[in-house]
């Protein structure tokens, strides 16, 4: 169980990797979008099932759009 004066340090620690791996990319010319786009794909890969996770949640809240239109019946 996490403390939370620990939680704090992590975030700390969190925050103090980012923004070096933030210097090192922007020192090396490496485009915003870009950085943000391999940091997504860390996070997702340090997270198993998190990816489908969040495709299941973008197709719930489409047929959602869609039923709500009356473009598809609700099942």
């Known amino acids: 169980m996490l403390l939370?004066?620990?939680m704090s340090n992590n975030r700390d620690d969190i925050a103090?990797?980012?923004?070096?791996a933030a210097d090192?990319?922007?020192s090396e010319g490496v485009p915003s979008e870009s950085f943000m786009q391999v940091a997504w794909q860390a996070f997702l890969a340090?997270?198993?099932g998190m990816r489908e996770?969040?495709?299941?949640?973008?197709?719930?809240?489409?047929?959602?759009?869609?039923r709500?239109?009356?473009?598809?019946?609700n099942a």
Do not use: M, T
């Open 46 to 48: 340090a997270h198993p």
């Open 68 to 73: 709500k239109r009356g473009l598809i019946a």
């Open 4 to 6: 939370l004066g620990s």
């Open 24 to 26: 090192v990319a922007a």
């Open 16 to 20: 103090g990797l980012l923004k070096r």
């Open 53 to 66: 996770e969040l495709e299941d949640k973008a197709l719930r809240s489409e047929l959602k759009k869609l």
